[in-house]
């Protein structure tokens, strides 16, 4: 089975004191600054530079590689030997919880990680027209993903939500916050819906939904409806074949 490269970008590192993380001969730099012996913290959008070298002398000359979360990345020719650098850019959703791993070619045991912690807030923003039938089913979905996580709530026109009431139901899976009603009541359920997510790191961010309950509709099931049409249309047909043939044998 051929190998499986991950391309990251090389890219050349600012004059700066880098904090590294070292393990057994081999030191990992990184812009931002390692923090916590093995976390390298950034937004999305950013760059992270890193670069792998070796701590001692016999290994200076050895071939580096790179993982990312165990899959190797191609690497350029000038980029192995005793020293080699990485470029992740810009830094998406991806690469969150990413491990990227240098260590000898020769020897795997050999190496040092860093481990991207990613922060992003949910981008809540704007607003949604809704409409649902009286007594139909009605769903709100909003998304929360965010690191670090955020705080959720929903309001209906302007006030807190009350759950004890209206027979609402919300979920959270951590990805979306769900705002449901089994059966709409128009009297209860019609108008402006917030969903609301705040946080130290990301702030208050919220999505309105403006819904509208109309009339219920009465719906005809269609099958059933053109099966009927056909059986009594072959109950005519059998009808008028019976006649007529009642009619031919009287005239002969």
């Not at 916590?36 to 200076?60: N, P």
């Not at 809704?130 to 705080?151: K, R, T």
């Not at 139901?169 to 089994?182: E, M, P, Q």
Request: aromatic share 6%; glycine share 8%.
């Amino acid at each position: 089975m051929g190998k499986m490269f991950w391309v990251v970008s090389v890219c050349l590192f600012q004059l700066v004191v880098y904090t590294a993380a070292q393990t057994g001969g081999l030191v990992v730099q990184s812009v931002p600054p390692v923090i916590g012996g093995d976390m390298v913290k950034t937004k999305l959008k950013e760059i992270v530079s890193l670069t792998c070298e070796s701590a001692a002398r016999e290994e200076a000359a050895m071939e580096l590689e790179w993982l990312r979360n165990g899959v190797q990345v191609s690497l350029a020719e000038g980029n192995k030997l005793g020293r080699s650098s990485l470029c992740v850019s810009p830094v998406t959703l991806k690469d969150h919880a990413a491990i990227f791993t240098c260590q000898l070619k020769g020897d795997a045991s050999v190496n040092a990680s860093v481990t991207l912690d990613i922060t992003y807030a949910p981008g809540l923003s704007g607003s949604e027209e809704v409409s649902v039938e009286e007594e139909a089913e009605l769903a709100l979905e909003c998304n929360v993903h965010a690191n670090p996580v955020v705080s959720v709530s929903w309001q209906q026109h302007g006030k807190a939500l009350d759950l004890s009431g209206g027979k609402f139901v919300v979920t959270n899976d951590g990805y979306k916050s769900r705002l449901t009603v089994l059966r709409v009541d128009r009297s209860m359920h019609q108008g402006t819906y917030v969903c609301v997510t705040s946080s130290d790191v990301h702030g208050t961010q919220s999505q309105t939904f403006n819904v509208t309950v109309t009339d219920k509709t009465i719906k005809f099931p269609l099958m059933p409806m053109i099966a009927g049409l056909v059986v009594v249309f072959c109950t005519i047909l059998l009808a008028v074949v019976s006649r007529w043939k009642k009619i031919t044998q009287c005239c002969k």
